[in-house]
DNA sequence: TATTAAAATTGACCACGGTCACTTTTCTAG
DNA sequence: CTAGAAAAGTGACCGTGGTCAATTTTAATA
C-alpha cells in the first residue's frame, strides 16, 4: 500500500483554496466559478472535484472557516450582562453570514448536515455557537427556568430568523438588530407566566 | 394595442403546470427536469421560462399552492387549547414541507422573499401562518406579556429550527415533535421571570 | 377585410457544474 | 533498482438550466 495522501495532493488543495479565495475576495461568493478557480490555480477541473465532493463543498469549507476564525473572537469574550450586548456580540457575525444573499442561502443549506459523514465547517460551526451561547447564558441574568442549551438553541434560531427576514420586503428593511431586542427580551427574560 | 393576456397564455400555462404535477406524482421533486416538463407539455423549453422566471419560481409554485391548501385546512380549526394540540396541529404542515431535503430547502430559499415583486406563494404562505397563529395564541391559554404575532413569529423560527434539525445527524433523528414540545413549552409557558 | 403592433412561442445556442476512462506520478516491497 | 499498485491528475464529454433573435399567432383599429 503507498503513502495514504502525498504532499502533492495538499499542495494542489491549498492552491485551489487560495485561488478561490483570491476570486471571493475580488468578486464575491456568488460569483464565483469552479473554471475559474482551476484555472487560477493551474489544474484541470476533473483535480477540482477530486479535493471537494462539489461546488457546495468548497463554499462549506471557505465560509465555514470564515465563521470559525470568528467564532473563536467571540468565544474569547466576557459572557454578556444583558441583552444589549449579547446582541452587540452577535451581530458581527449575522453580518458576515448575510453579506451576500448567496452566502445566507449556503449556511442555511448547510446548517443542518445531511449525514454524520457530511458535517463540514458551517454545521460545526452552529455546534460551536450553541456551546459557547449556552456557557454565556448560564452566567447571564436570564431566565433559570429551561436548560441554557436549550436557551442557546433558542437563541440561534432567532438568529436565523432575523437574517432571513432582513432579506425579506415585507418586513420592509428592519435593522436585525431590533428584530433580535425584540426576540431575545421574550424569549431570555419573560415577564410572565402562561 | 393588443388584448393584455391571451387565452393561449393561460392555456399553456396550466398545461406546464399539470405536466410538472404529474412529474412530481411520479418522481418526486428533486428529479422534475424542465426538459421533462417541456416534453410533457408540448411546448418549446423557451415557453417555460416567458411563463415562469426559472425553474425556482415553478418550485415555488407548486409547493406554495400545496403549503397554501393545506393552511386553509388548518385555518378553519378551533385554536388549540394547549401546547400538544399545538402541536399536533402544525405537524402535518411540517411534514410536508419536509418530505424531501429539497423540497425544504425550496422553502428556505422563499421564506425571505428578496424583494416586493418576488413575493411568492411560499413567502405568503408564511405571512398567512404568523396570522393564524396569532389568532391562535390569542386566544389559547398562553404567555399574555408579549405579542401575539411575536409569539407567532417565535413559533415559526422555532417550527424552521426543528425541520432543520430533523435532517441533522447530530441530533440523531429526534422526531420534530418532541422538539417542538421542548421549544413551545419554553416559548409560549416560561414558567419564571429573569 | 387588411393592417399592424403587441403577445406568445420557438429552438438553436450558451454557461457551468459534474463525470469518468485514461495517463502520469509517487511510493513501497522484493 | 525495478515492478507494480495506489494516489493524483487530466481533459473531453455530458446533463441541465437559462437566453435570445427570429417567427407565428392574436386581436384592436381603420
Known amino acids: 500500500m503507498a503513502k495514504a495522501i502525498q504532499q502533492r495532493a495538499l499542495k494542489t488543495r491549498a492552491k485551489l483554496l487560495d485561488a ?83 452566502v445566507f442561502d449556503v449556511i442555511l443549506r448547510h446548517s443542518g448536515a445531511a449525514a454524520n459523514a457530511e458535517i463540514g465547517p458551517i454545521a460545526s460551526t452552529f455546534a460551536r455557537n450553541v456551546e459557547v451561547l449556552a456557557n454565556w447564558l448560564a452566567r447571564g441574568p436570564f431566565r433559570k427556568d429551561i436548560d441554557p442549551v436549550l436557551m442557546a438553541d433558542g437563541v440561534g434560531a432567532f438568529q436565523i430568523q432575523a437574517m432571513a427576514l432582513s432579506f425579506c420586503a415585507i418586513h420592509n428593511g428592519e435593522p436585525m438588530e431590533s428584530m433580535m431586542k425584540r426576540y431575545l427580551e421574550a424569549w431570555l427574560l419573560p415577564k410572565s407566566e402562561g
Not at 484541470?44 to 473572537?73: V, Y
Open 20 to 102: 478561490a479565495q483570491a476570486v471571493v475576495f475580488e468578486q464575491g461568493f456568488e460569483a464565483l466559478r469552479v473554471e475559474e478557480v482551476v484555472k487560477r490555480a493551474g489544474v484541470a477541473k476533473g483535480t477540482f472535484f477530486a479535493h471537494f465532493k462539489d461546488k457546495d463543498a468548497l463554499m462549506d469549507q471557505l465560509i465555514g472557516t470564515e465563521m470559525n476564525r470568528h467564532l473563536d473572537q467571540i468565544a474569547t469574550l466576557e459572557p454578556p450582562k444583558d441583552i444589549d450586548s449579547l446582541i452587540e456580540a452577535l451581530l458581527p457575525g449575522m453580518q458576515l453570514a448575510t453579506r451576500e444573499r448567496y
